[in-house]
Structures are given as structure tokens and as C-alpha cells.
């Protein structure tokens, strides 16, 4: 089952490189991972996102939280949460009919072109994973992808719930 | 404010730490620290040969005495070869503070000499570590990793000082840090409440109790209270190989070591057993055998200080989280303040069935009177030693007869690399035993393959006078590999055997200590005592072994705890 793990934890060097180490170490498999300063910038916060039954999502959760640096670990599958990503996709868009095509199917997503040339389109999405995946499904019979960012999933809990120090 | 510098700071702090040795081996990254060390301090540096063996002392010295052990390598080279002994402390989760030399701060990165990114190399074998980048940081650095190492689960810390930091013109206000504050870290030590309750219910309501109890007695110091804890209930009581000595190995109660090589009757009250009262053990495959068939009847309670060891390999009934010192002080209470009470004629019975598995001896072996047979050694050292030594071992069969066959009446008394299982443990392990232990007995049981690989220290030994009694238990082969070449490769023995095996005698003289070849049983115990009685002297005892003794009782692989070979030709299932 999909998981994903939020981590507040100092931010010192090496400490990313302890909780990755960790991930590989153990077997554990990291699908994708977001890290960045919070509002506090002693502190880090990071989202995981991994696979694993209840019992190996223990044994990530409290290996996590057994890491000298590690303030706070939560599963926020556990619960209600927001989940975001943000992608960038360069999309090949020569010709009048491809380039409304594509267009409009960023407009249905919602997404947003950030740069224009007479061959090219850069558009931004953002939302669930499976909405970013589901955008490239549909436009992958348009056109061309000639390439993908993706951030990585940043997720939050909904209503008090909240992992602070 | 006093003014110090980095490299003053580094001494300074293990001063007001209460260091009071330090094992190391000098080069280019530490040598400002060096010169601190000759000018102001009062700590004693001991020089080792090989920084492996620094490690392996300041373990032998934490595994002893409880407290933190620390050593002194320099970059590269230095602290590449520290990495054996950190993961030997690691695995046996033993208070460590390793402080390597690194490159000056403007060079790491650019492959300099002596260049290795330490806190990389030890980041999956280490509880802790730190890079530290200014001078001023140094005492807090060092004293957060006494801290780190020594509470909550144990375990070594690295802390990697570049050489500019370490600047002996460069001075700074010193302070010693009286206080450690980490608000991400703080271990837990009282068990739940609630869990306490429970875990008495179910002791109280089983027919056919055991309590497991492993290397996380030893740390909190708890055989005592392991000890009152049993003989309140009438429990029977198995140790680890890590946990021996957490209650005495002549206490009428205990079992044995349980496991792999454990007993059969250690083994078979684990498996036919309805409650497993686990405290300080961590359920290791050298224990369970194949989880999957592991105590098919068991209801489990697990006190251990890692969460992560609870539920990991076997999954608990009551987990609990805490100290063993602290949980069986909460369970005693529990157990006082309850009304409930143990079956005692289901506990009889218990009883009565673990007798006849007793009965079974499986530690008996056949004497011999023309070969020294590995079992009588250790008994004989027991002998002489009247069961009081420090007992420091290294891998392989020697290890597992030392275990079995001496009993150790209290803990820290045996000192062995459990997790890891390094060969060359054992001789510095026990130089550190005998460094913080100058009066006692101190005997390394070790065998013809371990002990060549830290046998260079025998000329530290002489430096320092550290007169340990090595006891090579010598079969001419890597007689554990050899074993299950025999068991499990019909008999091919690919490279167990030591073709060209130095004469130890001549080579212990040669480093200036006594040497003693014994080969026939009757002379056994004179030489033994002979070699003791030389209280200041080194004494290499080579003893030729019957090289075909096997260990038994020996678990079958993939096979449940009682599945158990007793001997060449005899199994239980
Ligand atoms: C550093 C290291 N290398 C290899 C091994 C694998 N190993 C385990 S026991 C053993 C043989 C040990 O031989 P010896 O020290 O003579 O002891 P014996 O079994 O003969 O008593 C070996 C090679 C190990 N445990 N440690
Ligand atoms: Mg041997």
C-alpha cells in the first residue's frame, strides 16, 4: 500500500543523508521525497512517499524516529490529508490543431503554460499524484513529451492534526 | 573565560567528561590534539597497533566498566580501520565515542591525502555522529556524543574533527557544557502503566512461563533485579549470548543460553513454553530459528528500550517500552499491588517436564585422557579461575564452549562480539578489560584463526604491561567453518585449514611475554594455574585441542527452537 510519511527533523547537514541511508539500508524503497526548510529554519520537514504493508510501515515509522536528528514522524495515510505536487512537462506542439489540442487539455487539469515557443509548450500542473499521472496519459496521444519535472509529493494533514515541535 | 584551542577544547572536554583512557594511534589530522594530549593532560593514552584493536579496547573497556569507551584515530586510513570495531560496538549496542582527525575544512571534498568522509563510511553502523566545523563547537559536539552513546539504547559515536579546527594558535573561550538539551532526542525509560498491568495478568495467568533475557540487562545494570524477579515467581530463566551473566550461571533456576547453540532444555521450554517474558532481547535468527515456526504457543511480552526491536523479527503481545531496570522495578510493584497468583501446581508441573529435559545432559561430552577435549579447557579455566574471571572471547567454536561451559556469576563478566560475531575481537577487547580492571582476572579464550588477526597487540601489551592470559583453544583449523563443512558440505573442507600455523610460543616470546605449549589433559590444570599465578606477566597459552569436537547442542537450520541436533548422530526430530 501507498504511504505517505511526514518527518520534521533538525536542519543540520547530514541529516537527509541519514534518513535516505536509512531507506536503502533497510530495504525500504522511497518512491518519491520532498524536503525543504519550514517557517521555522532550524527545522526541516520532509514527505515520503514509500510502499509497504502496516507492519513494515511501523518498522519505517519507528526506525525513522529512532534517528538522532528526527523530532516527529506521522503517516498521513492514516488519516484525512492534502496531498500536492507540482510537475513541469515541455510538450512538443507544432501545428494549429496539436497545439489547441494541447491546450485544452491542460486547461481541463488546470494547468498553465509558463513558456512559449513556436514549437513548444511548458506547462505547470499541480494537484494528487494520480492527476498528474492521469495528465500525461491523456496527453501523451496529443504529442510528443519531450520532457518531466516532477516535485515529489508535499502533504499536510487536514484540520487540527498538525506536526510541530 | 579560559582560552583554548580546538585541539586543548578536544582534551580538555574528555577531561571534565571523566575520561580517564584513551586508545589511539596518531597521524597528520590529529597531531595538534596529540600535542594537547603531551602538554596538559592526565589522561592515559595507550598506543595501539592497529586502530582496529583501539576500538576493540574501548569496548572491552565499556563492555567492562559501563561506561564509555573512547579512542583517537586519524583521518583516512586511521578511521577506515576503526570501521570493523564500530560495527562490532554497533550490533551489541555498546557506549562508544570515536573521535577521528579529518582534513582541514577547505580540502573536504577535493580528495586530499588522508582524505575519507568518515561520517559517510560509519553513517550505517553509528547512533549518532558529528562533522564539526568551527572550534567552538567542539566541547558541545563531545559532550552530546558521551551523551547520545551512553543513554537511552547504547551505541558508538563518531565525531569528525578537521584539522583547522583543531588549530593550536587560534584560541577561544572554553566552558564545559554541564547540560545536554536535544529536543529530538529523549529515550524513553518507564514502561506504560497500562502495558505493566497486562504483562503481569498474563505471567500470572500462564501454566508454562520462561523469561528470555538479553543484552539489555546487562546494560541497565539490572541482573539483580532480573534476579529477585525470577525467584519471586519460581520462573524459569534463558539468556542470550549477550545476556549472559544476568542472572548467576549457577542459579538453580536458569537454563542455559538458549539459540542456536543453546541448550536443549533452554530451547524446548522456549518453544513448549504459553508466556515468553523477553527483557532486553531482540528475537535475533541466532535465537529464533525460523520465525515462522518460532514458539507456536507463546504469548509474547517484550520490554526492550528500541522500539524498533519490538515486533521486528517476532511480532509481541504486549510490547512495552522501557529500561529493564525500570520496567522490573514497575512489574515488582505490579506484581505486589495484584491478586493475582501463579498456578503453582501448573507451574510444578512445568517444572517437572524441564527437569526431565535436563536430565537429558547435553552438555556432556566424552573426557579424554590423551586429548585435550575444548569443553575441559574452558572447565578447567572455570576451575582455576574459580569462576571469577573477566572472560573476553573471540568467534568461532572456542566462543561458543566458552559460553557454554563457563558458568559467569554476574554481568560484564563475559565480554564477546554477539551481533557481529568479529573474529579479533577478543585480545584487545581484553586489553581494555584489563586496562580498567588492573587487579583482576582477565583470560582470552580465543582460537588459532581469531587470535592472528589483532596478534600484533601483544606488543602494545608489553608497552603498557597489560599481563592478560591469552587461552588458545588451538585445532589447527577455523574449526567453526570447519564444522559446518562437515555438517552441511559433506565433509569439504574448502579452506578452513591454517596450513603454515606459527609456533605461538616462540612468537609470544619474541614480544617479550611467557609462552606455554599444553597438549595433555593431566597438565592442563598445573599450566593453568601456573600462567594465573604469573600476575604480572603476559602468559600465551597455545593448547592443542581434539580438533573434531563439534558444538552441541546446534540448532537445525530453518527448523523450529526444538529442532536440535545433540550430537554427531543423535537429533531430537
Ligand atoms: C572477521 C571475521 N572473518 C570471518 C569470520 C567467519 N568465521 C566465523 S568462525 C570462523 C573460524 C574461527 O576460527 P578460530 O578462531 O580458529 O576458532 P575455532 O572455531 O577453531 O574455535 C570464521 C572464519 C568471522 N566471524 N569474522
Ligand atoms: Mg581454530
Redesign the pocket.
Known amino acids: 500500500m501507498r504511504r505517505i510519511l511526514s518527518i520534521l527533523l533538525e536542519n543540520e547537514p547530514g541529516a537527509l543523508s541519514r534518513i535516505v541511508g536509512l531507506f536503502s539500508q533497510r530495504g525500504y524503497n522511497i518512491e518519491s521525497l520532498t524536503v525543504a526548510p519550514t517557517d521555522d529554519e532550524t527545522l526541516s520537514r520532509i514527505t515520503i512517499t514509500t510502499m509497504g504493508d502496516d507492519q513494515v510501515i511501523e518498522q519505517i515509522t519507528k526506525q525513522v524516529n529512532k534517528l538522532v536528528d528526527v523530532l516527529k514522524v506521522a503517516d498521513l495515510s492514516e488519516g484525512a490529508h492534502v496531498e500536492r505536487e507540482l510537475m513541469l512537462a515541455k510538450l512538443r506542439a507544432n501545428g494549429n490543431a496539436t497545439r489547441e489540442e494541447v491546450k485544452r487539455t491542460v486547461d481541463i487539469f488546470r494547468g498553465q503554460v509558463v513558456d512559449v515557443t513556436n514549437s513548444l509548450y511548458t506547462v505547470q500542473l499541480t494537484g494528487p499524484s494520480d492527476k498528474l499521472d492521469a495528465f500525461i496519459a491523456a496527453v501523451r496521444d496529443t504529442t510528443e513529451i519531450v520532457e518531466i519535472v516532477r516535485t515529489g509529493v508535499a502533504g499536510i494533514a487536514r484540520g487540527e492534526r498538525a506536526l510541530r515541535q | 573565560m579560559e582560552q583554548l584551542s580546538g585541539a586543548e577544547m578536544v582534551v580538555r572536554t574528555l577531561t571534565d567528561l571523566g575520561v580517564k583512557h584513551l586508545f589511539g594511534y596518531p597521524g597528520g589530522s590529529v597531531l595538534d590534539i596529540y600535542d594537547a594530549l603531551f602538554q596538559h593532560s592526565d589522561i592515559e593514552h595507550i598506543l595501539v597497533r592497529h586502530e582496529q584493536a583501539a576500538v576493540h579496547m574501548a569496548d572491552g573497556y565499556a563492555r567492562s566498566t559501563g561506561e564509555v569507551g573512547a579512542c583517537l584515530v586519524t583521518s583516512g586510513p586511521g578511521a577506515t580501520n576503526t570501521i570493523?570495531g564500530i560495527a562490532t560496538a554497533y550490533m551489541d549496542s555498546i557506549p562508544m565515542v570515536v573521535l577521528s582527525g579529518q582534513v582541514p575544512t577547505s580540502l573536504i571534498g577535493n580528495d586530499a591525502f588522508q582524505e575519507t568522509d568518515m561520517i559517510g563510511c560509519s553513517r550505517p553502523i553509528v547512533k549518532h555522529s558529528f562533522l564539526v566545523k568551527h572550534a567552538e563547537d567542539i566541547p558541545e559536539a563531545i559532550r552530546k556524543a558521551f551523551y547520545i552513546a551512553s543513554t537511552g539504547r547504547p551505541g558508538p559515536v563518531v565525531v569528525d574533527l578537521p584539522k583547522d579546527v583543531q588549530n593550536p594558535q587560534l584560541k577561544f573561550p572554553y566552558k564545559f557544557p554541564e547540560t545536554v538539551n536535544m529536543r529530538s532526542y529523549n529515550p524513553t525509560t518507564r514502561g506504560h502503566s497500562r502495558q505493566i498491568k497486562k504483562a503481569v495478568s498474563a505471567i500470572m495467568a500462564a501454566k508454562k512461563p520462561v523469561v528470555y533475557v538479553g543484552g539489555g540487562a546487562v546494560a541497565s545494570e539490572a541482573q539483580q533485579l532480573v534476579t529477585d524477579f525470577v525467584e519471586k515467581l519460581n520462573l524459569p530463566i534463558t539468556n542470550t549470548l549477550m545476556g549472559l551473566g544476568a542472572i548467576s550461571g549457577e542459579h538453580e533456576q536458569f537454563l542455559g543460553m538458549l539459540g542456536m547453540h543453546g541448550t536443549y532444555e533452554a530451547n524446548m521450554s522456549m518453544h513448549k513454553s504459553d508466556v515468553i517474558v523477553a527483557l532486553g532481547a531482540r528475537f535475533d535468527d541466532r535465537v529464533t530459528n525460523n520465525v515462522t515456526k518460532f514458539c507456536p504457543d507463546a504469548q509474547i511480552i517484550h520490554v526492550d528500550i528500541d522500539p524498533t526491536s519490538i515486533s521486528k523479527t517476532v511480532s509481541a503481545h504486549i510490547p512495552i517500552v522501557g529500561a529493564i531496570d525500570t520496567v522490573l522495578e514497575q512489574m515488582m510493584q505490579q506484581i505486589e499491588e495484584s491478586k493475582e497468583q501463579l498456578d503453582q501446581q501448573a507451574l510444578a508441573e512445568w517444572w517437572q517436564t524441564i527437569n526431565e529435559w535436563r536430565s537429558r545432559k547435553c552438555l556432556s561430552y566424552e573426557p579424554s585422557t590423551d586429548k585435550i577435549k575444548?569443553q575441559f579447557a574452558v572447565e578447567t579455566l572455570y576451575k582455576v579461575t574459580k569462576g571469577e574471571a573477566y572472560v573476553c572471547s573471540?568467534?568461532?567454536?572456542?566462543?561458543m564452549f566458552a559460553a557454554l561451559y563457563y558458568p559467569f556469576k554476574k554481568t560484564r563478566q563475559w565480554i564477546n562480539s554477539g551481533g557481529l560475531?568479529?573474529?579479533?575481537f577478543g585480545f584487545p577487547a581484553a586489553m581494555g578489560v584489563k586496562t580498567a580492571f588492573p587487579d583482576a582476572q582477565v583470560a582470552v579464550i580465543?582460537?588459532?584463526?581469531?587470535?592472528q588477526?589483532n596478534i600484533q597487540e601483544l606488543s602494545t601489551c608489553l608497552q603498557y604491561n597489560i599481563p592478560v592470559k591469552i587461552i588458545s583453544?588451538n585445532?589447527a583449523?577455523?574449526?567453526?567453518?570447519?564444522?559446518w563443512q562437515e555438517m552441511f558440505y559433506s565433509g569439504r573442507r574448502s579452506h578452513?585449514y591454517m596450513e603454515s600455523m606459527p609456533d605461538f610460543v616462540k612468537l609470544a616470546e619474541a614480544y617479550g611475554h611467557v609462552g606455554m605449549r599444553v597438549d595433555d589433559p593431566a597438565e592442563l590444570e598445573q599450566a593453568m594455574t601456573d600462567a594465573f599465578a604469573m600476575k604480572d606477566r603476559l602468559v600465551f597459552m597455545d593448547i592443542r585441542i581434539d580438533p573434531a569436537e563439534h558444538v552441541y547442542p546446534m540448532q537445525i537450520k530453518f527448523g523450529a527452537m526444538d529442532d536440535m541436533w545433540l550430537s554427531k548422530t543423535e537429533r531430537t526430530s
Open positions: 570493523t575444548p573471540d568467534v568461532g567454536q572456542h566462543q560475531g568479529t573474529m579479533g580465543t582460537g588459532d584463526g581469531s587470535i588477526m583453544l585445532n583449523a577455523l574449526g567453526m567453518v570447519k564444522q578452513s
